[in-house]
């Protein structure tokens, strides 16, 4: 019997809504509207970019630290708000808690699909 595991094994979407996110993420104060302090903004772009090059490194070859590294970078825009001083006025912090708890969300799953296969199960993946 052929079994369906469209959530039980690592797909190619989802490095490529991986990619998107970053994308989101590095645009998010200009999608907002909220181009606070250079600080602001620069850390938005950075972590975008690194989310962007995590999605594109496990398309090309998986790894587990990269789904590792995305719920790091996940966790620290979500913290982002709080840390830089925008977690009390403004659309950016909304922003930047969905796009978190998305990638969070998204790097857990792809972690729970990789967790028992081997490092060669995982250069074979499709």
């Known amino acids: 019997m052929v079994q369906i595991r469209f959530?039980?094994?690592?797909?190619?979407w989802e490095d490529w809504l991986g990619m998107l996110?970053?994308?989101?993420?590095?645009?998010?104060p200009w999608i907002s509207g909220q181009m606070g302090s250079q600080t602001m903004m620069?850390?938005?772009?950075?972590?975008?970019?690194?989310?962007?090059?995590?999605?594109?490194?496990?398309?090309?070859d998986l790894h587990r630290w990269q789904e590792g590294g995305a719920i790091?970078?996940?966790?620290w825009l979500g913290a982002?708000?709080?840390?830089?001083?925008?977690?009390e006025s403004g659309s950016?912090?909304?922003?930047?808690?969905a796009l978190a708890s998305i990638v969070v969300v998204l790097a857990a799953i792809e972690l729970w699909q990789d967790w028992?296969?081997?490092?060669k199960e995982l250069?074979?993946?499709?």
């Open 7 to 12: 959530v039980g094994a690592h797909r190619s």
């Open 21 to 28: 996110l970053g994308i989101l993420t590095g645009l998010s």
């Open 42 to 60: 620069l850390n938005a772009i950075v972590v975008g970019a690194m989310l962007f090059v995590l999605g594109e490194l496990e398309a090309a």
């Open 72 to 75: 790091l970078l996940g966790s």
């Open 80 to 87: 982002s708000p709080f840390i830089f001083g925008y977690s």
């Open 92 to 97: 950016l912090r909304f922003w930047h808690f």
């Open 116 to 119: 028992n296969l081997s490092d």
């Open 123 to 126: 250069a074979e993946r499709d």
